[in-house]
C-alpha cells in the first residue's frame, strides 16, 4: 500500500493471452502472423527442387512454424482463444509427426498431409461458431478450401499410388502437391490478415 493504492498483482494469464495488449498492438501483431504464413506458402517452391528424402523434413518445418504463428494469434483472439488456437494447434502437431518419423516413402508423408488438411477443416468448423460477420465468412472459406484440398490430394493419392510405388513422385506430382499446400497456407494468412483487420471483434 503506497500513498493509499495497492499495487496489482501481475496477472500473466491476462499477458500471455494478450489481454494486457492494446487493440492496435494486437492487430498489428496478427497482420505480422498472416503475412508469415503466406511468406511460409512460398517454401513450398522448394519441395520440387530438393531431394525426396527432405520432404518430410521441409514439410514439419512448414507445418510446425505455420501452426505456431497460427496458434499464437488464437491465443491473443478474446474470444474462447483455446477454439481459435485449434487448427494451429493441429499443424503442430503435423509438423512434429513429420519431423520425428521416419519417412521411407512419399506415400505416407501424402497421407499425413491429407489427415492435417481434414483435421483442420474439422477445427477451423468448430472455430467458426466462436466468430462473426467477416471472421466467420473466412473462417469458413478457409475450412471448405482445406477439405477441398484434402479431397483433391486423396482422389490423386489413389489414382497414382501405383505409379508412385514403381517409379517414385514425378515432378509434376511433387508440383502440384506444392501448389495444395501453397494454396492452404494462403487461404490461412488471409484469414489471419481479416481477423487482424476485425480488431474490435476478433
Known sequence: MLGGTEEQPMDFGRIVRGESLHGEMRGKLIGVAGVAVILISAASALLPLQDRKNDAHLLGVMLLAAGLLEAGVGILRRD???????????????????????????????RVIISWLALRSVCLLVESAATRGSVRVWTLIAAVVDFQLAAILLVGLYAMTFAIALFGPSPDIVTSFAWVLAISFVVTGALLLEIAGDRPRG
Do not use: E, Q
Open 80 to 110: 474462447r482463444p483455446v477454439v481459435a488456437a485449434l487448427p494451429g494447434i493441429c499443424s503442430i502437431a503435423a509438423g512434429a509427426f513429420l519431423l520425428v518419423g521416419p519417412w521411407h516413402a512419399w506415400v505416407p508423408i501424402v
